[in-house]
């Protein structure tokens, strides 16, 4: 019995293992994307959102973490993409963007973020197109969210 849980407790470990990592701080946010190898030596992509709560003031003040994650696996890359490209797209095309930097230079910051964020569809658009001819993917898109 113990030598199952130790096999069990060894595959959790290996399931965790990070084999590259970004972070990208947003306000009260910061979100991870960690690039993870299962088992089976597959890799996928763990998006985790962290928001750091302060719960009473001064010195009685106690601070908790709020997460969620999102699990990506490779076979979804390409309908996530689109999905969340057709997504930002939206939000662009039907809401005024607000950057607001220390200097009170908003209308540069939000130039240079629409830049951007253009610049990065623009990639993942081709990276799409090359991956899909690559790749014949189809089906439907796994996520698994924990809480």
Do not use: C, P, W
Request: hydrophobic share 30%; no cysteine; charged share 35%.
């Amino acid at each position: 019995m113990e030598d199952l849980k130790k096999k069990t407790a060894t595959a959790e470990m290996m399931d965790k293992e990070i084999v590259f990592s970004k972070s990208v701080k947003a306000g009260k946010r910061i979100y991870y994307l960690d690039v993870k190898k299962n088992r089976k030596e597959e890799m996928f992509l763990t998006i985790t959102e962290s928001k750091k709560i302060v719960m009473g003031d001064g010195d009685n003040s106690q601070v908790n973490f709020e997460k969620h994650k999102i699990f990506l696996y490779q076979e979804d890359f390409e309908k996530f993409i689109t999905g969340l490209t057709q997504a930002v797209g939206y939000i662009n095309d039907n809401q005024e963007m607000h950057y607001y930097s220390n200097e009170g230079k908003s209308g540069e910051a939000e130039k240079t973020a629409e830049s951007l964020l253009n610049a990065d569809t623009d990639n993942a658009e081709e990276n799409l197109k090359r991956d899909s001819e690559a790749n014949n993917l189809g089906g439907e898109i796994k996520l698994d969210i924990d809480f």
